[in-house]
T-cell receptor, first 114, second 116 residues
Framework: GAVVSQHPSWVICKSGTSVKIECRSLDFQATTMFWYRQFPKQSLMLMATSNEGSKATYEQGVEKDKFLINHASLTLSTLTVTSAHPEDSSFYICSANLNWEKLFFGSGTQLSVL | AQKITQTQPGMFVQEKEAVTLDCTYDTSDPSYGLFWYKQPSSGEMIFLIY??????QNATEGRYSLNFQKARKSANLVISASQLGDSAMYFC?????????????FGGGTRVLVKP
């Protein structure tokens, strides 16, 4: 079946550094991918919609300069958390469309900023 | 605007029994899809079942079935013959038509703990 791969699974970084998270659709092309953030014991909150070949669409309240999204190919979207701070520590998860009914998720990335 | 409500923050269920997870939604869009996902402690989101707003029959996938009541705007998930491995968070989600940007909006989730 369709698979979405997300790397890394977890990352620990120092405050002020940048972290890149990759999301790949392994056996299908995804013109649109989505990035979510999840705090402990909470639901998933959509951060942005990543569009292949164009700028990402950010949800209200999400800093586009803080969370850089690049969707350079039909199978890869990246999320870069720039100048990370402890409050950016969270679980980040991506998803990609196979079709309207099938939306698959990556395994998520746990980010801890010290 | 879309809204998904899951009123049960957590529940226990006895192994081998059935459990119903509630989900209500609100949208002005006539075309939408309803999804249920399972999130175990590992964090991955596992797709369980899908129901389209125009589907005439309730969706079923193995032990999972969706009780779709369109007039009440509810899409409850029924898990039959619960297993210990069903212990997880369960999220109801909705996706409106393409005009709404294909976004998937999630409910707050329900934590299920299956007791042996």
């Amino acid at each position: 079946g369709a698979v979405v791969s997300q790397h890394p699974s977890w990352v620990i970084c120092k405050s002020g550094t940048s972290v890149k998270i990759e999301c790949r659709s392994l056996d299908f092309q995804a013109t649109t991918m989505f990035w979510y953030r999840q705090f402990p014991k909470q639901s998933l909150m959509l951060m942005a919609t990543s569009n292949e070949g164009s700028k990402a669409t950010y949800e209200q309240g999400v800093e586009k300069d803080k969370f850089l999204i690049n969707h350079a190919s039909l199978t890869l979207s990246t999320l870069t958390v720039t100048s990370a701070h402890p409050e950016d520590s969270s679980f980040y998860i991506c998803s990609a469309n196979l079709n309207w009914e099938k939306l698959f998720f990556g395994s998520g990335t746990q980010l801890s900023v010290l | 605007a879309q809204k998904i409500t899951q009123t049960q923050p957590g529940m226990f269920v006895q192994e081998k029994e059935a459990v119903t997870l509630d989900c209500t939604y609100d949208t002005s869009d006539p075309s939408y899809g309803l999804f249920w996902y399972k999130q175990p402690s590992s964090g991955e989101m596992i797709f369980l079942i899908y129901q389209g707003s125009y589907d005439q029959q309730n969706a079923t996938e193995g032990r999972y079935s969706l009780n779709f009541q369109k007039a009440r705007k509810s899409a409850n998930l029924v898990i039959s013959a619960s297993q210990l491995g069903d212990s997880a968070m369960y999220f109801c989600a909705m996706r409106a038509s393409k005009a709404a940007g294909n976004k998937l909006t999630f409910g707050g989730g329900t934590r299920v703990l299956v007791k042996p």
